[in-house]
């Protein structure tokens, strides 16, 4: 690992190891707690075509994990990046997107497959998807048979396996049920929404007659199994601090941030984090003091701060070297944990009191609650309203169409029902 990763501090490899034992013994637990009530069977994983075994011709329910995806290898930064840059609800760069895209992509390539090989060689994102994917729906088939088999799917935005791989599979897998399941937290139009437009527009295009009814769970930002994970790692991660300073240790929850014109649009999403550190922060009764912070911004338009390696920097100079931070907008591992959370901000502050708690991963209690909140989304055939509400300065047309799309589908399938 060191020759992966020169920069990781002996306590980070521990961190590092502690991590992966606990994430074997989440799944090892998992499996036993399946086993107790079912013989466990491994679910072959729907994401290409050669893995097909056509689920759904019992009228299952497909569960399809939305999310931005990640390279799995440094050789796919590129294309991934590519992707990235031209997806104009993500990253609008106006009518020339389609040649700044590129260029971009083409100069930001080599810097950003470093930061991959520093993590390893690419990024986890699809493993922990994919095994919190099947291990949902094996709780799902148990706790809501109506709807069984419930098979699962992942579609990726911007990387294997792209939601247009996984849109043709399901097609031909025959799948006629399927619930859109964002693996974003808390709600974006540019990342949610831009899920969605892309179903919509495959939609569209490779579905004309409707074969899929499609429904949408698209934020659950306060879950009761969402919150405990949270609170349950970071009382974790607490416990190594001396007993006389832990109660002092700042916690820095960290979230993606959105550039202002976005979040002046009206964009949900600063809202909905902030309702998720509250509600994490009320589990923990306020043991300690908080900040909600916010990472990843490019560019030199203004986003939304205070930044997360501003904030560690301020604070270190301020002498307050405790600091926990929680990616709080974050199912899994992926770049911004592993490189700019854990190298850029931690290893370089160089501060054995400044930590990360562990991503949600494959914790059981996580997966159990993306079963829960799927069950309680079949058992009422519902989507959230929030969903066709659009933000009060949308201009979009694709937005527009995509919600009205998505309210068909939904009063087709009320209709049904």
Known sequence: MASICPRLTSQMLSTRRTALTRANAHLAALRAASSSTTRYTPRRFLATPSESNNPTSNNGTAIVMLNMGGPSTTDEVGDFLSRLFM????????????????????????????????????????????????????????????????????????????????????????????????????????????????????????????????????????????????????????????????????????????????????????????????????RLKFSNPYRLVWQSQVGPSAWLGAQTANTVEEYVKKGQTNLLLIPVAFTSDHIETLFELDLEIIGEAKQPGIKRAESLNGDPI??????????????????NPQLF??????????????KAFFKRQQAEIEGSS
Request: some cysteine; hydrophobic content about 35%.
């Open 87 to 282: 997806d104009k609800d993500l990253i609008p760069l106006g009518p020339l997107q389609k040649y700044l895209g590129p260029l971009i992509s083409r100069r930001r390539t080599p810097k950003i497959q470093h930061q991959y090989s520093e993590i390893g060689g690419g990024s986890p994102i699809r493993k922990w998807t994919e095994l919190q994917a099947r291990e949902a729906c094996n709780i799902l088939d148990r706790t809501n048979p109506s709807t069984a088999p419930h098979i699962p799917y992942v579609a990726f935005r911007y990387a294997n396996p792209l939601t247009e791989d996984t849109f043709n599979q399901m097609l031909s897998d025959g799948v006629t049920r399927a619930v859109a399941f964002t693996q974003y937290p808390q709600y974006s139009c540019s990342t949610t929404g831009s899920s969605l437009n892309e179903l919509w527009r495959l939609a569209k295009k490779f579905d004309p007659q409707g074969k899929i009814k499609w429904s949408v769970i698209d934020r659950w930002p306060t879950h009761p199994g969402l919150v405990e994970t949270f609170a349950r790692h970071i009382e974790e991660s607490l416990a190594t601090y001396p007993s006389s300073e832990r109660d002092q240790v700042v916690l820095l929850f960290s979230a993606h941030s959105l550039p202002m014109s976005v979040v002046n649009r009206g964009d949900p999403y600063p809202a909905e984090v902030a309702a998720t550190v509250w509600a994490v922060m009320q």
């Open 389 to 402: 509400l659009r933000c009060p300065m949308c201009t979009s047309e694709r937005c527009k169409e995509q």
């Open 366 to 383: 996580f997966i159990k609650a993306l079963a829960e909140i799927a069950k309680d989304h079949l058992e009422n055939q519902t989507s």
